[in-house]
């Protein structure tokens, strides 16, 4: 929000909260229906069913560009600023698809109002040099003028200040603006479009072209990383005037008076308002090597819509990693892609970078699912990746590797120190941490408890830990014998092997069965020890989230994750 917030702030559809986009839903109704159901063939106008197409058009591209841009910043190759994102910037740029809807809207409108819009040809070259020419003149000037106004302090604190709180910007930051500035901004930008409408030079092709050259400019320059190679301005100087880079315009969020132009900075080269550092930032951007982190954490895929929940998915799902969406079945054909790609081909990937202190820290995931770790003969591939990801970390003088649940595989990395016994990189696990938290979530007083589910090296470390201090811990079947086996006969005695269900304090893991569950007496505290937590199936019990700690105040770049935990 602006810092005086004036008037036509908020958008109009702010209260619907995600049922925002009903405000489209009969504009689509009544394109399907007019084209599909028209009596003649000549109701029948592509350009108004073309309309839906081009939204999610504009909401694919947007979305590829963030998660690219996240994807290199996290790598940190060619990065323009360090400096770390704010929960508050997560949740402030969370409505970027509102200037998505209120475009749909306006073309829906301009569509059933004006009869020039129907019947488009597929191509017209005059249109698209029309709409070339016009940008490049009118819309490019009275935008840097627009800008330049909109720095001044009344409009400034009223309006643009709310774009300008992001300092360190991502793709979708270039459409956070309040609605009476995407207001002014679509008025410019629809001067071609209207131009070419009106004189019947307009065809979908120059209107598609010139909608993505106006997002891919805006989420290119937003992005903080450099990715316009130097030898585009070498081989054509005067390309400087006519195409800006993403790092001139971060040194507009970072200076504020300077660098005004939309896309073009022959304006501010024309009035002087060049900031005298675009070319050293731009070089220095170009010539940033890829981060060489202290701490790395191997992490993996979990189920095949967990890709969604990355940070590279979508920041609104990545705080709900076990949260599942009605619109997913919709994006099932890329879901689908995503899981046999994996299944023939995977190279680990950086998912997020975190700085605690001076210690740099990246999250690297293995591009494989949950359910592959127990196909047989997917093993030896996991293996080779998760061998590959260490050897990688030692060659970049990585000092710990961390190995995330189900890349405890080979004794918990032991085979791969076995196998490279001059690996300066120390590879370790998280699990005593998980005992650690697990062990804290259990009441004070405490003096039995049940442990169900399907056992791993964190569930006996816990039982163990427990006998030792004295608590009496139920098992079943097998594992009991298993237990016994490594405690002294003193200790030993804390295991109790019996099928009760009379104790309230159940630690449990993986597999644990919905019978089980139901045997439980009521009030029972279910605490997970696994990755994820049981499904709940009784609401006389409670139930603890997946372990987890607070988030210490030093470790930075934890922006996608609401309630400031890490697993």
């Not at 040809?121 to 940008?135: E, F, K, M, N, Q």
Request: charged share 20%; hydrophobic share 40%; net charge positive.
């Amino acid at each position: 929000m602006a810092t005086k917030p004036g008037i036509l702030t908020e958008w109009p559809w702010a209260s619907l909260g995600n049922l925002k986009y009903l405000v489209l839903a009969p504009f689509v109704g009544h394109s399907i229906y007019s084209f599909f159901m028209g009596k003649e063939e000549s109701q029948r106008d592509f350009s108004y069913i073309f309309i839906f197409f081009y939204i999610v058009m504009r909401m694919v591209h947007h979305q590829m560009w963030i998660s690219l841009s996240r994807y290199r910043t996290a790598k940190g190759d060619n990065r323009i600023l360090d400096r770390s994102i704010e929960f508050d910037q997560v949740d402030r740029e969370t409505n970027w698809d509102d200037q998505i809807i209120l475009n749909g809207v306006v073309f829906y409108i301009g569509y059933l109002k004006f009869a020039e819009t129907h019947h488009l040809p597929l191509w017209r070259i005059d249109g698209i040099i029309i709409t070339a020419l016009i940008h490049t003149g009118p819309v490019e000037f009275l935008y840097y003028w627009l800008h330049r106004a909109l720095h001044h302090h009344f409009l400034y604190s009223r309006y643009h200040s709310h774009h300008h709180s992001s300092i360190v910007t991502e793709p979708h930051t270039a459409v956070i603006h309040p609605f009476a500035e995407i207001v002014t901004y679509y008025t410019l930008f629809f001067i071609p479009l209207a131009t070419t409408i009106f004189t019947g030079t307009a065809s979908i092709a120059s209107i598609v072209a010139y909608s993505i050259y106006l997002d891919f400019m805006n989420l290119m320059g937003h992005c903080n990383f450099e990715l316009i190679p130097k030898w585009t301005f070498s081989i054509f100087p005067p390309l400087k005037y006519f195409i800006y880079t993403p790092s001139f315009h971060s040194l507009h969020h970072t200076q504020f008076r300077s660098n005004y132009s939309l896309f073009m900075p022959m304006y501010d080269y024309l009035y002087g308002t060049v900031d005298k550092s675009s070319d050293t930032l731009y070089e220095k951007s170009l010539e940033r090597k890829a981060e060489l982190p202290d701490v790395v954490h191997l992490t993996h895929l979990t189920t095949p819509e967990s890709i969604y929940h990355l940070r590279l998915g979508f920041a609104s799902l990545a705080s709900k990693p076990h949260t599942s969406k009605w619109y997913f079945w919709l994006m099932s054909p890329v879901t689908l892609w995503s899981f046999f790609i994996t299944w023939i081909y995977g190279h680990t990937f950086v998912v997020e970078r975190n700085l605690f202190r001076n210690l740099k820290i990246q999250t690297w995931a293995i591009p494989k699912y949950s359910i592959q770790y127990l196909m047989q003969w997917q093993r030896d591939t996991i293996n080779n990746l998760i061998e590959e990801a260490i050897m990688e970390a030692d060659q970049k003088g990585v000092k710990v590797l961390s190995l995330g649940l189900l890349n405890q595989v080979n004794k918990n990395g032991e085979l791969y120190i076995r196998r490279h016994p001059k690996l300066k990189v120390k590879v370790v696990d998280g699990s005593s941490l998980a005992v650690a938290v697990v062990l804290n979530s259990i009441p004070k007083g405490t003096s039995q408890v049940v442990l169900r589910g399907r056992f791993s090296k964190v569930a006996y470390s816990i039982a163990l830990a427990l006998c030792q201090g004295g608590t009496q811990v139920m098992i079943d079947g097998e594992e009991y014998k298993r237990l016994k086996a490594l405690l002294n006969p003193e200790v030993a005695t804390n295991l109790v092997p019996s099928k009760s269900y009379t104790s309230k304090i159940w630690l449990v893991g993986d597999g644990l069965s919905e019978d089980e569950q139901l045997k439980a007496p009521k009030g029972t505290l279910f605490i997970p020890f696994s990755q994820f937590p049981p499904r709940k199936v009784r609401k006389d019990c409670f139930y603890f989230n997946t372990p987890a700690m607070n988030i210490p105040k030093h470790l930075e770049n934890v922006d996608s994750c609401e309630v400031r935990k890490i697993i």
